[in-house]
Every structure is written in structure tokens, then in C-alpha cells.
């Protein structure tokens, strides 16, 4: 009999035949256990899809608890000084704030996402995912990733926000190194350049904001620096953070379900031709391409009330909760076969784009660009396949391939 | 079978009005408004209940009356 402690032992982020292949630790440590303390980082980690689905609708518990306390008052540590670049990019941003703040800068950033806002920019989506592959046809093997992906992502973002194409070569090199901060296991090296990227990126989105400021175009960051809102007005700080997480989540999880997702597909006999033959709608591959690999495998949540009880285990106020998304979205109490890669599947209630407030501000413009990508590849390319195995970046919370060479 | 919207939870995702748009609607700030507020059409009752399960806030819920004959 295996014992919980020995399972738990198996979900190390530094091993790499771990990451890659997370899913039998993870299955296991599911099926162990809903919860589970990481001694490690210092985390109560959530396995199942109930209660991760329960604690991200949870107002007891928040993205942060600086707004009502300090780090001292909750036994933690300031944060280290020496990474003051990145800690100033993030201080504002969506994914780190609560209510008040965040209700008034997300209601202004969520007018650009609506629905209706996202379906008007389909013919420019398009517009960018046909020129990228049709190059990537004239190329016959590519790169699904660096030849599609990153710029027809960082394309979409940019051209919402206003910032210039020539330039998103610039904020990928930023976004790659700043995101790395996510990890569980980091390194001073790591934390460096991510700073070093962070304050490169501030001084360039303040320049932006000095430009929109003198020439507006009505896109979002122009709009951000001219909107008063019940006679609020955004400062700076608050447009720097809010355009850099835009920028960060708007392409690093959109690259990663194209790649991850298209992976999948393609070593899954027969999904890609359900899809290019017409059975499964694009729109419907979507969801299960968000489902079976996650690009995001962990999450947190502070808990910020006295009271809170999850799977069993009673929490205090400061404590540190984790999700881990990819066992979540494996639960067999939820999904049927959950191991199963069914492209047609079109479960759209998974717990991809987050829950609660917090939920993915850019879910509608994420799984349509998805969507445009999945209908676009299989019109070019209905004999896709891999060129070679790919690898795994050696990264557990932010998941994603180093590339995904394509033949057809 | 009919639909209500704790006007207090809804955070304006507007997942409702993707999955069920002949029932839900937006506001200017996003949040759900109610197209339909009596009994739903059978036809509808999938589509209600794909929202109920796709409201990242659990804002929407499905008053089934059915049972009070």
C-alpha cells in the first residue's frame, strides 16, 4: 500500500520526467487525496474538481490579502526588495487585486472583451491568423509555436491595446522572462532577469502611455489613459500593470492551448480529421483542447476570512491554498473518461478560464482566436502531422511546449 | 422551469449571454440582464441550464416549478 506521503513525494516540479508527464502523479494524488500540505511551498494543495471549482467562486478567499493586512501581521515575509521592478508591474494588476480596486479597473478593461467587442474583431483575427498560415504553408514544415502562435497572439493583443507590431517582438522577450516569476521552484538568475524584464517593460509602457496621451487612437490604452470613470481616473501605475498582465495572459495561455491542445490532437488518432472532416466545429475542439492539457496547472487563492473549511480541512486566515488545474480537470466525479482526448466532447463549464471574480477576463477573445487558429489549420492542413516528439518547457505551473514542428 | 439572477453575484462575465443569448442579455457594465422571466420554452431548457453551469459566479439559478404541479 501506497502511502499519501509517498505520492505527495512524486509531485516535484524539478523533476523532469514529471513534467513531462505530470498526469499519473497528479491522477494519484487526486485520487489519494482532496488536500494536501505542500511542505515545500508552503501550500494547501487542491486536487479535485469540486472543491477547486468551489474555492475559485469563494469570496472568503482572495488573490491577495494586502488590502486588509500585512505581511507581518500574517507571519510572512516581505517580499524581497532586490525584485522591485517585478513586484511594481504585477502591484496593480487584475490578477492581483480585490475588491474595490479591482471591480473599478476590470469593468473598465472588460468593455474591450464583451461578446460583442470580441466578435467585431473577427475579421481582423482572421485577417492575422491567414497571413501567418499561409506562410507557414509556404514553409511545408513549421513551427506551430514560434511560426504561428506567439506572433499571431501577441498580433491580436497588441492591436487591441494599441501598441505597434514592430514592437511585439519586444514584449514577448518581457512576457517570456516575467511569467517565469509564476513558477513554484525559481532561481536568483531567473528572478534577475525577470525584474531586469519587468522594469525594461515599465519604462517602455510609460513612453506609450506619454504617446497615447498626446496622440490617442481609441484603442485600450489610449482609452485607459483618457477614461474618468465615476470621476475616477486610472493612474500610471495602474495602466502600466493592467496593460502588462493583458499583454502576459493574453498570449502565453493562448500559445500554450495551440500548442498543447494541437499536441494532443495530433496523437490522438482520428481527432484532427473529426475536426477537418466537418464532424467537430472548431468552436466545439476548443474546450477540449483547454481541458486536457491545461496551460495553467496551478492557481492561488489567500484565505482571507476565520471560518473557512475546504474538503475537510479547516483553514486560517493567511493561509496559502493551491489548485492544481490539471488534476482537477481529470476528475473522473466530473468528466467521464477524463484521460480520454474526445476532441468533440464541447464541455464548456471546466475550470480553463479560472472562476469567480477572477474569472479570465479575456475568455471570449481567448477561445475565439483558438477557434479561428483550429479552423484555419485544418483548411491548409488536413493531413497535419508531427514532425518530431515535442518537449515540455521544464515548467509545472505555466505549461507549455519549447516548439511544435508541423508537417503536413 | 424559469431563470433568476442574484444581481449581487453577477460579476459581468457575460458567460450566460454566450450560452444562452435568447435568454440572457448584458448591461452597460456587462452584468446579466433576464430576456425571459417567465416560464422558459421547452426548447430553451438546455440552453438555460448550459449558463446556470457556465456562471463563473454562480449568479444564475433554474427554478424548477413543475414540481408544485
Not at chain 1, 48 to 69: A, I, K, M, P
Not at chain 1, 350 to 356: C, D, L, Q, R, V
Amino acid at each position: 500500500m501506497v502511502s499519501v506521503d509517498e505520492i505527495i513525494a512524486r509531485f516535484d516540479v524539478d523533476d523532469p520526467s514529471f513534467i513531462a508527464d505530470p498526469y499519473p502523479v497528479l491522477n494519484d494524488l487526486r485520487e489519494a487525496t482532496p488536500i494536501f500540505w505542500n511542505e515545500r511551498t508552503g501550500q494547501w494543495t487542491l486536487t479535485r474538481f469540486t472543491d477547486v471549482y468551489e474555492t475559485l467562486r469563494d469570496r472568503r478567499l482572495g488573490r491577495s490579502y494586502t488590502h486588509l493586512y500585512s505581511h507581518a501581521q500574517l507571519g510572512r515575509n516581505e517580499p524581497d526588495a532586490r525584485w522591485s521592478a517585478f513586484l511594481q508591474h504585477e502591484q496593480w494588476s487584475l490578477l492581483c487585486l480585490e475588491p474595490p480596486d479591482h471591480t473599478r479597473i476590470r469593468r473598465l478593461v472588460s468593455k474591450v472583451f464583451t461578446p460583442k467587442a470580441v466578435t467585431a474583431l473577427r475579421p481582423r483575427i482572421e485577417g492575422f491568423a491567414d497571413e501567418l498560415l499561409d506562410h507557414c504553408r509556404e514553409l511545408g514544415a513549421f513551427d506551430l509555436l514560434t511560426d504561428y502562435a506567439q506572433p499571431y497572439s501577441v498580433a491580436v493583443i497588441c492591436s487591441m491595446l494599441g501598441v505597434p507590431r514592430s514592437d511585439t517582438r519586444l514584449l514577448l522577450d518581457w512576457s517570456h522572462a516575467i511569467v517565469k516569476m509564476y513558477e513554484l521552484s525559481t532561481t536568483d538568475t531567473i528572478r534577475a532577469a525577470a525584474n531586469t524584464a519587468a522594469a525594461e517593460y515599465i519604462q517602455y509602457t510609460k513612453q506609450l502611455i506619454a504617446a497615447k496621451r498626446a496622440e490617442p487612437d481609441g484603442l485600450l490604452i489610449s482609452e485607459l489613459v483618457r477614461v474618468e470613470d465615476e470621476g475616477d481616473v486610472l493612474t500610471e501605475d495602474e495602466i502600466v500593470s493592467t496593460t502588462m498582465v493583458l499583454v502576459e495572459a493574453g498570449h502565453e495561455a493562448t500559445v500554450n492551448t495551440l500548442g498543447n491542445g494541437m499536441r494532443a490532437m495530433l496523437k490522438h488518432e482520428g481527432q484532427w480529421q473529426r475536426v477537418v472532416g466537418g464532424e467537430v466545429a472548431a468552436r466545439v475542439a476548443v474546450e477540449e483542447m483547454l481541458r486536457w492539457d491545461s496551460p495553467l496547472h496551478l492557481f492561488e487563492r489567500w484565505v482571507l476570512e476565520d471560518g473557512v473549511e475546504i474538503a475537510g480541512q479547516g483553514l486560517k486566515v493567511g493561509d496559502e491554498v493551491a489548485m492544481l488545474f490539471g488534476a482537477a480537470q481529470r476528475d473522473p466525479r466530473r468528466f467521464d473518461e477524463p484521460d480520454r482526448f474526445d476532441i468533440g466532447r464541447g464541455d464548456t463549464a471546466h475550470i480553463g478560464f479560472g472562476g469567480g471574480i477572477h474569472f479570465c477576463v479575456g475568455a471570449p477573445l481567448a477561445r475565439q482566436e483558438i477557434e479561428v487558429s483550429v479552423a484555419g489549420l485544418a483548411d491548409r492542413f488536413p493531413d497535419l502531422k508531427l514532425a518530431e516528439e515535442p518537449t515540455y518547457h521544464p515548467n509545472f505551473v505555466i505549461r507549455g511546449l519549447t516548439a511544435l514542428r508541423l508537417e503536413r | 422551469m424559469r431563470v433568476e439572477i442574484d444581481a449581487g453575484s453577477c460579476h459581468g462575465h457575460q458567460m450566460c449571454a454566450i450560452a444562452a443569448p435568447e435568454i440572457f442579455g448584458s448591461d452597460e457594465y456587462g452584468n446579466a440582464v433576464l430576456l425571459i422571466e417567465d416560464d422558459l420554452p421547452a426548447e430553451l431548457e438546455s440552453k438555460a441550464r448550459r449558463a446556470e453551469n457556465n456562471c463563473p459566479e454562480r449568479a444564475i439559478s433554474i427554478i424548477d416549478e413543475a414540481s408544485k404541479g
